[in-house]
């Protein structure tokens, strides 16, 4: 069997001004990148906000497994099926990090014959808007230990107290050794001070940029950054050092989503790409909005599972940007539904209908959570080779006669389009159905909120606990929140996406349970507060066995083993 890289390499891609045309963009709306890659212009952008706007569709998934569910396969797949059955679908995608390439969970740019190419370029460099951020980023940093070291005053008139410096610096890789830090040392880097590493995609940077509006809101949002206090207990922003407008011009380039293509030849746009443990999860608004300015259906995705990625998605984009999803797809496999019922990775291939069955509950856990926002629901189980014929009508039985939600079976990983063929077509027609998504859909708590209250709403109607608890020092953050009138933003909850609990090891529908908060972070610019539950940490660490240990260049100088 070929693998994903050896069927991308085999396709054969259309010039990006092909793919451009076909959305009705002339060559001076794009900039390419090369013969397949292209960024749309701010022009061209601004244009298509007067079009009449499309469906959008939003891809989700169960919880994360090692058995792996095709939640990006399970997008590109679908938007593949739309055009195949003659509507107008635009896949709307989120950029991989080198952190997952090179580490546990490979690349992001789906599978098989559900792939958007080219998938080396995007899964590694690709048009360099990472770097961009990670530039834009670690310049406020440098430019805050400029301020501390020179002790230059605030608008208030007081320095910068070291001691409240918040902000961190990030590289898009994981790496545990820099967690935790200490800076200026050595003969005239002075202060010392106690810092660490995030990932790039936990940057606050990288939240703003996939919210912001244009440039100017970019700009806006990056002065509201909150990166210390001076000595006087008053805030100090981004703005305050000086640092948002050369950040805003280290991103010009960035802010434009990037055009490529699947392997069918439907258009894609991929831009950002915040985490959904650690950040919102979801890709830009830009290219969101553009994406349903150019077609009939944007499919996006959320990242990891509903509970997750697309709980942000409602509670946090769409209440920013102002987007329904006309329909949600909940992609489960029955190899990861048996592993959430309890059996062990080395036994999936094994016939099991009770851990199947148990496994069922965390189905439909994440449907009836989807339909809280008001959204109809379809489910797109992920078919494998080595499934069980009987398991897969056990699933199909189960969401027809007890979740009473439309199923399919989907095999585009293996026959492109035609795969997906059947739920295209549900989920067209819930979509033609749903004439106004804006008068169905709703967030699962109001704007303004307080943040307790939300986390509270989060926790105990999409992770079923039974209890929040929050840690001295987040008690304390929560009161200064509040004493300063900013306790009311939503709230972007970070955890483990393994499990409904803090604890990754625990599996299945749990319920009842605590969930530990242990900190309350200010995202001024972005526009939420992050709660870290547990020990999520943002700068994640490799595993045992990388899987950059497999990845490298063959005689012909091709890249191998990119997953």
């Not at 995705?301 to 006309?326: M, Q, T, V, W």
């Not at 509950?361 to 989807?370: F, G, I, K, P, S």
């Not at 079976?409 to 804006?438: F, K, M, Q, S, Y």
């Given at each position: 069997?070929?693998?994903?890289?050896?069927?991308?390499?085999?396709?054969?891609?259309?010039?990006?001004?092909?793919?451009?045309?076909?959305?009705?963009?002339?060559?001076?709306?794009?900039?390419?990148?090369?013969?397949?890659?292209?960024?749309?212009?701010?022009?061209?952008?601004?244009?298509?906000?007067?079009?009449?706007?499309?469906?959008?569709?939003?891809?989700?998934?169960?919880?994360?497994?090692?058995?792996?569910?095709?939640?990006?396969?399970?997008?590109?797949?679908?938007?593949?099926?739309?055009?195949?059955?003659?509507?107008?679908?635009?896949?709307?995608?989120?950029?991989?990090?080198?952190?997952?390439?090179?580490?546990?969970?490979?690349?992001?740019?789906?599978?098989?014959?559900?792939?958007?190419?080219?998938?080396?370029?995007?899964?590694?460099?690709?048009?360099?808007?990472?770097?961009?951020?990670?530039?834009?980023?670690?310049?406020?940093?440098?430019?805050?230990?400029?301020?501390?070291?020179?002790?230059?005053?605030?608008?208030?008139?007081?320095?910068?107290?070291?001691?409240?410096?918040?902000?961190?610096?990030?590289?898009?890789?994981?790496?545990?050794?820099?967690?935790?830090?200490?800076?200026?040392?050595?003969?005239?880097?002075?202060?010392?001070?106690?810092?660490?590493?995030?990932?790039?995609?936990?940057?606050?940077?990288?939240?703003?940029?996939?919210?912001?509006?244009?440039?100017?809101?970019?700009?806006?949002?990056?002065?509201?950054?909150?990166?210390?206090?001076?000595?006087?207990?008053?805030?100090?922003?981004?703005?305050?050092?000086?640092?948002?407008?050369?950040?805003?011009?280290?991103?010009?380039?960035?802010?434009?989503?990037?055009?490529?293509?699947?392997?069918?030849?439907?258009?894609?746009?991929?831009?950002?790409?915040?985490?959904?443990?650690?950040?919102?999860?979801?890709?830009?608004?830009?290219?969101?909005?553009?994406?349903?300015?150019?077609?009939?259906?944007?499919?996006?995705?959320?990242?990891?599972?509903?509970?997750?990625?697309?709980?942000?998605?409602?509670?946090?984009?769409?209440?920013?940007?102002?987007?329904?999803?006309?329909?949600?797809?909940?992609?489960?496999?029955?190899?990861?539904?048996?592993?959430?019922?309890?059996?062990?990775?080395?036994?999936?291939?094994?016939?099991?209908?009770?851990?199947?069955?148990?496994?069922?509950?965390?189905l439909a856990r994440h449907v009836?959570?989807?339909?809280?926002?008001?959204?109809?629901?379809?489910?797109?189980?992920?078919?494998?080779?080595?499934?069980?014929?009987?398991?897969?009508?056990?699933?199909?039985?189960?969401?027809?006669?007890?979740?009473?939600?439309?199923?399919?079976?989907?095999?585009?990983?293996?026959?492109?389009?035609?795969?997906?063929?059947?739920?295209?077509?549900?989920?067209?027609?819930?979509?033609?159905?749903?004439?106004?998504?804006?008068?169905?859909?709703?967030?699962?708590?109001?704007?303004?909120?307080?943040?307790?209250?939300?986390?509270?709403?989060?926790?105990?109607?999409?992770?079923?606990?039974?209890?929040?608890?929050?840690?001295?020092?987040a008690q304390k953050q929560l009161?200064?929140?509040?004493?300063?009138?900013?306790?009311?933003?939503?709230?972007?909850?970070?955890?483990?996406?393994?499990?409904?609990?803090?604890?990754?090891?625990?599996?299945?529908?749990?319920?009842?349970?605590?969930?530990?908060?242990?900190?309350?972070?200010?995202?001024?610019?972005?526009?939420?507060?992050?709660?870290?539950?547990?020990?999520?940490?943002?700068?994640?660490?490799?595993?045992?066995?990388?899987?950059?240990?497999?990845?490298?260049?063959?005689?012909?100088?091709?890249?191998?083993?990119?997953?």
């Amino acid at each position: 069997m070929a693998s994903d890289i050896e069927i991308a390499r085999a396709a054969v891609m259309r010039p990006v001004r092909e793919i451009a045309a076909g959305l009705g963009l002339a060559e001076t709306d794009i900039e390419p990148y090369g013969h397949h890659i292209a960024k749309i212009s701010a022009k061209a952008l601004a244009n298509g906000v007067h079009r009449l706007p499309g469906k959008l569709v939003l891809v989700t998934a169960v919880n994360p497994t090692p058995a792996g569910e095709g939640k990006t396969t399970t997008t590109v797949g679908l938007a593949d099926a739309l055009n195949h059955i003659g509507r107008r679908a635009l896949i709307a995608l989120r950029e991989p990090s080198l952190g997952p390439v090179f580490g546990r969970k490979g690349g992001a740019t789906g599978g098989g014959q559900a792939q958007v190419l080219p998938m080396e370029k995007i899964n590694l460099h690709f048009t360099g808007d990472f770097h961009a951020i990670t530039s834009a980023h670690n310049l406020l940093s440098a430019m805050i230990d400029n301020a501390v070291h020179f002790a230059a005053p605030m608008p208030s008139g007081a320095a910068i107290n070291p001691r409240t410096v918040t902000w961190r610096r990030v590289l898009d890789m994981n790496d545990r050794a820099l967690r935790q830090i200490v800076t200026g040392m050595g003969s005239g880097n002075h202060p010392l001070r106690e810092t660490g590493f995030d990932i790039t995609v936990a940057s606050e940077v990288m939240a703003i940029l996939c919210l912001a509006d244009d440039l100017s809101d970019l700009q806006v949002r990056l002065a509201r950054i909150r990166v210390a206090r001076d000595t006087a207990g008053n805030p100090v922003t981004a703005g305050d050092i000086g640092a948002a407008g050369a950040m805003a011009a280290l991103l010009v380039e960035a802010m434009q989503p990037n055009l490529v293509q699947s392997i069918h030849g439907s258009p894609a746009l991929i831009h950002g790409g915040p985490f959904a443990n650690i950040a919102h999860g979801c890709n830009s608004v830009i290219a969101t909005r553009a994406a349903l300015a150019l077609g009939e259906f944007a499919v996006t995705e959320a990242g990891f599972g509903a509970d997750l990625g697309a709980e942000k998605f409602c509670n946090i984009k769409c209440r920013s940007a102002g987007l329904a999803p006309a329909v949600a797809v909940v992609v489960a496999t029955v190899r990861a539904l048996k592993y959430h019922g309890g059996m062990a990775l080395a036994d999936l291939g094994t016939l099991d209908a009770a851990a199947l069955n148990r496994g069922l509950d965390v189905l439909a856990r994440h449907v009836e959570n989807l339909r809280a926002f008001g959204m109809p629901v379809v489910v797109a189980i992920n078919a494998f080779a080595n499934d069980h014929a009987s398991e897969q009508d056990q699933v199909l039985a189960h969401c027809q006669d007890t979740l009473h939600v439309p199923a399919h079976l989907c095999r585009h990983w293996a026959d492109g389009p035609v795969g997906a063929e059947a739920l295209a077509r549900t989920v067209a027609a819930l979509a033609d159905a749903n004439i106004d998504p804006h008068a169905n859909f709703t967030p699962l708590y109001p704007s303004g909120s307080d943040v307790l209250d939300a986390l509270n709403i989060v926790a105990t109607n999409i992770h079923r606990a039974g209890s929040v608890t929050l840690s001295s020092a987040a008690q304390k953050q929560l009161a200064a929140l509040r004493a300063e009138g900013l306790a009311n933003l939503p709230v972007c909850l970070a955890k483990t996406p393994y499990s409904f609990t803090a604890d990754e090891k625990v599996r299945g529908a749990i319920f009842g349970h605590d969930l530990p908060i242990r900190e309350l972070r200010l995202a001024a610019g972005a526009g939420f507060i992050v709660a870290l539950c547990g020990d999520i940490a943002t700068m994640p660490g490799l595993p045992r066995a990388p899987a950059a240990n497999v990845i490298h260049l063959d005689a012909q100088g091709r890249i191998e083993g990119l997953a």
